[in-house]
């Protein structure tokens, strides 16, 4: 047998892991979710998922580090150009609804020195958006940390994880959902300092 294929075939078991674990957490969370319910769907001996993993923290966090870095890949930052990546989330989130859901249960469950990487990956777009703001590109009546929670709470707010909004079925409803947070995003990234301020109620 050529060492190839004990490779491969690792590799393979790896994947099915990974996509099992997908499931498992976006449905249960960290805390409720089962290794065995995992290897089941793996169909692989529990006792691998420890060794390729350790355990179920760090195979939680090898999910979501992996899953999001395909939006990183399919959704390029493009901090010239907010509203149409804005969109581009909104399209993203839709279509996959077990990250978001994966998303949320980090939110509630990771502890914060899990969650550094998305922390790092924040602040580098925080940069991108501060050098396009110098530029001219991106209008500076905000901060450029506060621009990008509004825009990512915008594109994700009709998710499946959303506790507010409802869910959107009709592809009419999306594609207007989609316009109004582009008309959303291009109103906040153009404004410029000198917005008026807020006055104290007496």
């Given at each position: 047998m050529s060492k190839e294929r004990p490779a491969r075939n690792a590799?393979?078991?790896?994947?099915?892991?990974?996509k099992a674990a997908l499931a498992?957490?976006?449905?249960?969370?960290?805390?409720?979710g089962r290794v065995d319910r995992i290897a089941r769907a793996a169909r692989c001996n529990k006792n691998l998922i420890y060794i390729y993993f350790q355990d179920k923290e760090n195979l939680f966090k090898t999910v979501l580090l992996r899953n999001l870095m395909r939006i990183h890949e399919e959704r390029p930052f493009t901090p010239n150009d907010l509203a149409n990546y804005a969109a581009s989330v909104f399209d993203w989130a839709r279509a996959n609804?077990?990250?978001?859901?994966?998303?949320?249960?980090?939110?509630l469950e990771q502890k914060p020195e899990a969650r550094a990487e998305r922390v790092a990956a924040f602040?580098?777009?925080?940069?991108?958006?501060?050098?396009?703001q110098q530029a001219g590109n991106v209008g500076t009546g905000f901060r450029p940390d506060f621009l990008l929670v509004v825009l990512m709470s915008l594109a994700t707010a009709w998710s499946v994880a959303?506790?507010?909004?409802?869910?959107?079925?009709?592809?009419?409803?999306?594609d207007a959902l989609r316009e109004s947070i582009i008309q959303a995003v291009q109103l906040l990234a153009s404004a410029e300092d000198g917005l008026p301020k807020r006055t104290k109620s007496p």
């Open positions: 590799e393979a078991t790896k994947e099915r892991i990974l498992e957490f976006s449905a249960h969370g960290i805390a409720g609804p077990d990250l978001m859901r994966l998303l949320a249960w980090s939110a602040r580098t777009k925080v940069a991108a958006v501060t050098e396009a959303s506790p507010f909004a409802p869910p959107v079925d009709p592809k009419a409803t999306a």
